[in-house]
């Protein structure tokens, strides 16, 4: 599945830039210890913008629900309807949830609650993106 050219934007490059070293990073205060994805300006949970970094995370995770995608307006997604569209909780904190197609796994047959850890998979325009492959 290929899929829309991503073009970062000073916000979300060091997401962007890790994904194309094929590491997964994402958003954490240190002031309150939180995590964040998407990335924003300041913490939702204390408001600082002066305590994020970028942290490095395992990679790991489960798949916490899925839909599948029968209709989708975007040009390149269309020859391969129908696909899955599953959130996956990240084992460093459930509440930070990701969005994966779930390469190889067929539509419906997604193993809810089942281990998934990243792959990148590269844009129209050659950006890389975290998707996520179901494990064991």
């Not at 600082?48 to 970028?54: H, K």
């Not at 916490?64 to 040009?75: E, H, K, S, T």
Request: glycine share 8%.
């Amino acid at each position: 599945m290929v899929k829309q050219g991503v073009v970062p934007d000073d916000l979300t490059r060091p997401f962007f830039e890790a994904a194309n070293e094929e590491r997964l990073v994402i958003q954490n205060c240190t002031a309150c210890d939180r995590l964040h994805f998407p990335p924003r300006a300041a913490c939702d949970k204390c408001g600082s913008g002066d305590n994020l970094e970028w942290k490095q995370l395992s990679g790991k995770g489960k798949i916490y629900n899925y839909g599948v995608v029968y209709d989708c307006p975007v040009a390149c997604l269309k020859e391969d309807l129908p696909f899955n569209l599953a959130a996956i909780m990240l084992d460093e904190d459930p509440g930070v949830l990701m969005y994966s197609h779930l390469p190889g796994i067929a539509p419906d047959e997604v193993p809810v609650g089942g281990a998934v850890q990243v792959i990148f998979e590269a844009t129209a325009n050659g950006q890389k993106v975290p998707e996520w492959q179901v494990v064991g």
